[in-house]
């Protein structure tokens, strides 16, 4: 296997350990960054990178440099296990970012919990997540992107309070992302006393989806929910677009990734779902500043990231670390949970400006009120309420 390390330094030589650190500082990083979810691994491991350059490049941490030690986990279960063992056990990883897929996550996690070594979850947004060791005396799961119990009542609010809309169908694909995103959707929905009058699933790569759309269809269907991600969204509104159907979509985030957007095509627009990141010209100087530089340095297509969302919150990820390294004067596990924790100095991140976004007891960094409606049009995000894109989050 290719050991892929970006170590990001502007000394030549390695800064002397300082206190309790090491001379540099191992992070983990995990994602997709091959097949159907790549375009949210890349997206993430780049926002990553973005973050580990500024901070090496301001003189590192209290004079140390992040090292990242990259692996590509293909969104296979297996391969998260592999991973997490190997940056426990050979590389020292002091900490690790990433997980996409909110089933790679629940099967590896739990490597890093038995260490003792924090991993925060920067994509994966299974409600699950940062609960998945209740019995445990600490917690070392965090996360910083938007849980699916917070999504899943934003899609719902959407199509049945604001739009009227109560003859649900949910397509949702196999996965535990999928299936799990479908019960706190159906939770949601629940609550406006709204049955749906079809729940349908699918696998991931498959490519013709008439038969889940004549079922929602038939069964009367004026809104259809998804919980899936890029390339099989595309193929439910390219098969709404062939059945001559064409009923709203709404969904999880995953709606804004550029292989739902390129693929459906003009199929997509319209489509909605909830964002914590939007890549828009209308926005505050600390998001532009990020999106120039990640187009400066990674020059995505058509200068348009692949998941806006994944990027930001890697980036933020990066900084909410490092801030709760320095606080720990040193890079032992459970140090840096107490500091994570119990975060002093507020963060300044492109999706919001963190105060004290973790406690003990809560270790979502967002919150319902951090979260906006995005809705695609002609090729990209836009805010669906304009007041949301000048917004500064807090």
Same mark, same amino acid.
């Given at each position: 296997?290719?050991?892929?390390?970006?170590?990001?330094?502007?000394?030549?030589?390695?800064?002397?350990?300082? !206190?309790?650190?090491?001379?540099?500082?191992?992070?983990?990083?995990?994602?997709?960054?091959?097949?159907?979810?790549?375009?949210?691994?890349?997206?993430?491991?780049?926002?990553?990178?973005?973050?580990?350059?500024?901070?090496?490049?301001?003189?590192?941490?209290?004079?140390?440099?992040?090292?990242?030690?990259?692996?590509?986990?293909?969104?296979?279960?297996?391969?998260?296990?592999?991973?997490?063992?190997?940056?426990?056990?050979?590389?020292?990883?002091?900490?690790?970012?990433? @997980?996409?897929?909110?089933?790679?996550?629940?099967?590896?996690?739990?490597?890093?919990?038995?260490?003792?070594?924090?991993?925060?979850?920067?994509?994966?947004?299974?409600?699950?997540?940062?609960?998945?060791?209740?019995?445990?005396?600490?917690?070392?799961?965090?996360?910083?992107?938007?849980?699916?119990?917070?999504?899943?009542?934003?899609?719902?609010?959407?199509?049945?309070?604001?739009?009227?809309?109560?003859?649900?169908?949910?397509?949702?694909?196999?996965?535990? @992302? !999928?299936?799990?995103?479908?019960?706190?959707?159906?939770?949601?929905? *629940?609550?406006?006393?709204?049955?749906?009058?079809?729940?349908?699933?699918?696998?991931?790569?498959?490519?013709?989806?008439?038969?889940?759309?004549?079922?929602? *269809?038939?069964?009367?269907?004026?809104?259809?929910?998804?919980?899936?991600? !890029?390339?099989?969204?595309?193929?439910?509104?390219?098969?709404?677009?062939?059945? !001559?159907?064409?009923?709203?979509?709404?969904?999880?985030?995953?709606?804004?990734?550029?292989?739902?957007?390129?693929?459906?095509?003009?199929?997509?627009?319209?489509?909605?779902?909830?964002?914590?990141?939007?890549?828009?010209?209308?926005?505050?100087? *600390?998001?532009?500043?990020?999106?120039?530089?990640?187009?400066?340095?990674?020059?995505?297509?058509?200068?348009?990231?692949?998941?806006?969302?994944?990027?930001?919150?890697? @980036?933020?990820?990066?900084?909410?670390?490092?801030?709760?390294?320095?606080?720990?004067?040193?890079?032992?596990?459970?140090?840096?949970?107490?500091?994570?924790?119990?975060?002093?100095?507020?963060?300044?991140?492109?999706?919001?400006?963190?105060?004290?976004?973790?406690?003990?007891?809560?270790?979502?960094?967002?919150?319902?009120?951090?979260?906006?409606?995005?809705?695609?049009?002609?090729?990209?995000?836009?805010?669906?309420?304009?007041?949301?894109?000048?917004?500064?989050?807090?």
């Amino acid at each position: 296997m290719n050991i892929r390390r970006h170590i990001f330094a502007v000394a030549a030589t390695a800064m002397l350990s300082t !206190g309790a650190y090491a001379a540099d500082i191992k992070v983990g990083v995990i994602g997709p960054f091959t097949g159907g979810s790549a375009s949210m691994g890349v997206s993430m491991r780049d926002g990553v990178r973005l973050a580990a350059k500024e901070i090496n490049a301001a003189g590192g941490i209290d004079g140390n440099k992040i090292v990242l030690v990259e692996r590509d986990d293909e969104a296979k279960n297996e391969r998260g296990v592999q991973i997490a063992q190997e940056l426990i056990n050979n590389e020292k990883v002091a900490a690790t970012l990433g @997980y996409i897929n909110t089933g790679v996550a629940l099967a590896s996690q739990r490597f890093f919990q038995e260490a003792k070594i924090p991993v925060i979850n920067n994509v994966a947004t299974g409600t699950l997540i940062t609960k998945q060791f209740p019995n445990a005396a600490e917690n070392y799961v965090f996360r910083t992107s938007a849980a699916d119990n917070i999504q899943a009542p934003m899609i719902a609010k959407e199509a049945v309070e604001k739009r009227g809309l109560k003859n649900v169908a949910i397509l949702a694909d196999s996965t535990n @992302y !999928g299936q799990l995103g479908r019960e706190d959707l159906e939770k949601a929905l *629940k609550a406006y006393g709204v049955t749906p009058v079809a729940v349908e699933k699918f696998n991931l790569g498959d490519v013709d989806m008439t038969s889940q759309l004549l079922r929602a *269809k038939n069964a009367g269907a004026e809104v259809v929910l998804t919980y899936a991600i !890029g390339p099989e969204l595309a193929q439910i509104a390219n098969g709404m677009s062939k059945l !001559g159907w064409k009923k709203p979509m709404i969904g999880s985030w995953t709606l804004s990734m550029a292989s739902f957007i390129d693929t459906a095509g003009k199929n997509g627009n319209g489509a909605t779902m909830p964002e914590t990141f939007i890549q828009s010209p209308a926005t505050t100087p *600390k998001r532009k500043a990020f999106i120039d530089a990640y187009l400066k340095d990674f020059k995505p297509k058509n200068g348009v990231i692949a998941s806006p969302v994944s990027a930001a919150q890697g @980036y933020d990820s990066v900084y909410l670390l490092a801030a709760a390294i320095k606080q720990a004067k040193g890079t032992e596990g459970p140090k840096i949970l107490a500091a994570l924790q119990d975060l002093k100095t507020p963060v300044d991140g492109v999706v919001m400006t963190y105060n004290k976004p973790f406690t003990s007891a809560d270790h979502e960094a967002i919150k319902a009120k951090d979260v906006v409606m995005g809705v695609v049009e002609n090729g990209r995000v836009e805010f669906l309420n304009a007041e949301d894109a000048t917004a500064k989050k807090k």
